[in-house]
């Protein structure tokens, strides 16, 4: 069964505009969150990470937000620019375990149109 | 430069025919694991290892075999391939210390088993 899920495999938004990004997951035993964006051609690297006892995490135009009743996280861009066009994995982890053992979404592909 | 290195970067091959798939990595992380990507399916984990000769199996273990001989390297091998691991295929490693244990990625190898 797929513990993480991403329900949107496309996004498209026009330049400028804020890109919402969602994952739903359904194991409780979770506690670690992380957004990695992916590249045609690349492995995946590291955009964002929230813990369980924080709601919000910002780094630039990255917000990640989680909300733990409904084991539901997203990441807003803001703004959305061209360069950020890519596929968007969430991916899930017990605390202790961290980076090691990750369970990802299917991804959702970004596109943002100039 | 901190990297992931694997090898090959693109392999065919035929069903049966052993083959290993190299890993490497430059910042003396303690983890390193091995995830393949299918469409629709995101990225799965096959193994893991928290340290030199310390492995363990993820999600999609079957069919593959690893070793942790050195710090630095994690290949992944293939005994008797079947078409069905006809997949893209990340190393990911990271570290075990401080507070942002995020997994860094290789660039991938895309195998085809015929």
């Known amino acids: 069964d ?34 990695y964006k992916k590249y045609p051609a690349e ?72 | 430069e901190a990297q992931v290195t694997q090898n090959p970067r693109y392999l065919i091959t035929v069903t049966g025919k052993k083959l290993t798939v190299t890993c490497s990595q430059n910042m003396n992380h303690e983890y390193m694991s091995w995830y393949r990507q299918d469409p629709g399916l995101g990225l799965r984990q096959i193994y893991y290892s928290m340290n030199v000769e310390v492995t363990d199996k993820g999600d999609v273990p079957e069919g593959y075999k690893v070793s942790r001989k050195e710090k630095r390297n994690f290949p992944l091998i293939l005994e ?11 190393c990911a490693s990271g570290s075990n210390r401080g507070l942002n244990t995020e997994a860094f990625f290789g660039q991938g190898t895309r195998l085809t088993v015929v």
């Not at chain 1, 993480?4 to 994952?23: A, T």
């Not at chain 1, 813990?51 to 733990?68: A, C, H, P, Q, Y």
């Open chain 1, 43 to 114: 492995g995946p690297t590291f955009l964002i990470s929230i813990s369980s006892i924080k709601d919000k995490n910002e780094d630039g135009r990255f917000t990640v937000f989680l909300n733990k009743s409904a084991k539901h996280l997203s990441l807003h861009i803001v703004p959305s620019q061209p360069g950020d066009s890519a596929v968007y994995f969430c991916a899930a982890s017990r605390f202790e375990t961290s980076g090691s053992r990750l369970t990802f979404g299917e991804g959702t592909q970004l596109t943002v149109n100039p």
């Open chain 2, 80 to 90: 008797s391939p079947s078409p069905n691991q006809t997949s893209l295929y990340f």
């Open chain 1, 2 to 35: 797929q513990q993480v899920k991403q329900n949107s495999p496309s996004l498209s938004v026009q330049e400028g505009r804020i890109s919402i990004l969602n994952c739903d997951y359904t194991n409780s035993m979770f506690d670690y969150f992380l957004w």
